[in-house]
C-alpha cells in the first residue's frame, strides 16, 4: 500500500499502485478541490504540489508518490491566508473557479521558488487552462502574490471561511490518519 504524506498528514492508500494520485486524492481521502478536467495532463486542473513542484496529479500514479509530500488546495491554508489566494481575489482573477485550484498550486510553486516572477516566467510556470479567460487578471495577481510574500505588501482581500477547520473536518472527514499499529 503506497504511503505518502498528503497536507502534512501521513496517508497510506489501499488503491492498486497504478492509481492515478488524483483519484486516491478526490476518491479515497475525500479531497475534492483537486478537479478532473481531462485526464491526459492538458488541462492541469489536476495541479497539486509534489515536494514542492507543481505537477498534474492525473499523470502521478500513487505508487510514484511514495513516500513524497503532496500539497493539495486544500492543505496550501486552511483560512485562504496565502497570499496566492488572498491575491487572487484581489485581483478578480476567479470566474467559475472550476481551474482555480491547479492554477494556486502551480502559482504557490513559482511564487515559493521566486517570488519575484517575470510576466514571460509567470505565463510558463502555470499553464492551466481557463475557460473564462482570466489570464491578463492572472499575471498580475501572481505579481502582486510575489509582493505579500516579499512582505512588501498585505492583502486583506478574502475572508477567512466561516467554520473553523476543526469543525469542517468533523462535517466531512478528508483525511483520516492511518492507524499507527497496523
Not at 491547479?102 to 510556470?125: C, H, M, Q, T, V
Amino acid at each position: 500500500m503506497p504511503r505518502m504524506t498528503l497536507n502534512d498528514q501521513p496517508i497510506e492508500f489501499d488503491m492498486a499502485p497504478d492509481t492515478p494520485l488524483l483519484w486516491a486524492i478526490r476518491d479515497a481521502a475525500n479531497l475534492t478541490g483537486t478537479k478532473y478536467g481531462c485526464g491526459v495532463g492538458d488541462c492541469a486542473s489536476c495541479m497539486v504540489m509534489v515536494d514542492g513542484e507543481a505537477l498534474r496529479s492525473c499523470l502521478i500514479t500513487i505508487a510514484e508518490a511514495e513516500g513524497r509530500f503532496i500539497t493539495t488546495i486544500e492543505g496550501l491554508s486552511r483560512d485562504r491566508s496565502h497570499p496566492v489566494q488572498q491575491a487572487l481575489v484581489a485581483e478578480q482573477a476567479i470566474q467559475c473557479g472550476f481551474c482555480t485550484p491547479g492554477i494556486a498550486i502551480a502559482a504557490a510553486a513559482l511564487i515559493a521558488r521566486n517570488a519575484d516572477p517575470s510576466k514571460e516566467e509567470i505565463e510558463e510556470a502555470i499553464p492551466n487552462l481557463c475557460r473564462c479567460g482570466v489570464y491578463p487578471r492572472l499575471v498580475k495577481a501572481v505579481q502582486r502574490a510575489g509582493r505579500v510574500a516579499r512582505r512588501q505588501e498585505t492583502i486583506s482581500a478574502a475572508p477567512a471561511p466561516g467554520i473553523s477547520a476543526e469543525d469542517a473536518a468533523g462535517e466531512v472527514p478528508a483525511i483520516t490518519p492511518p492507524d499507527p499499529q497496523t
